[in-house]
Nanobody, 121 residues
Framework: QVQLEESGGGLVQAGGSLRLSCAAS????????MAWFRQPPGKDRQFVAQIIGSDTTNYAASMKGRFTISKDNAKNRATLQMNSLSPEDTAIYYC???????????????WGQGTQVTVSS
């Protein structure tokens, strides 16, 4: 089993930055892909970014250029650097992980509890 714990959420003004972290514990050797999803208030879960292996990354179109995902395999940690935040980025952000290369959210077997990000205007 793998446990994921997010940290780094909080309240920030529009235009500001936040850095989210996801710490993995347990059978972390099995992790190959780590990702971030978010769920804005009253909306469905959205894909944010994923990192496959050490350095192959994919981003949702609206996050590309503003968000950067990275992974430290030695520390079993993934981070999401978020810049130029807007109120539309307000959401609960979830870390997810998989031993494989998922293409949809439902294929990620491991999820964190989420961390709240609130962007004020």
């Amino acid at each position: 089993q793998v446990q994921l714990e997010e940290s780094g959420g909080g309240l920030v003004q529009a235009g500001g930055s936040l850095r989210l972290s996801c710490a993995a514990s347990g059978r972390t050797r099995s992790l190959y892909t780590m990702a971030w999803f978010r769920q804005p208030p009253g909306k469905d879960r959205q894909f944010v970014a994923q990192i496959i292996g050490s350095d192959t990354t994919n981003y949702a179109a609206s996050m590309k250029g503003r968000f950067t995902i990275s992974k430290d395999n030695a520390k079993n940690r993934a981070t999401l650097q978020m810049n130029s935040l807007s109120p539309e980025d307000t959401a609960i952000y979830y870390c997810a992980a998989s031993p494989y290369r998922p293409t949809i959210a439902d294929d990620y077997p491991y999820w964190g509890q989420g961390t709240q990000v609130t962007v004020s205007s």
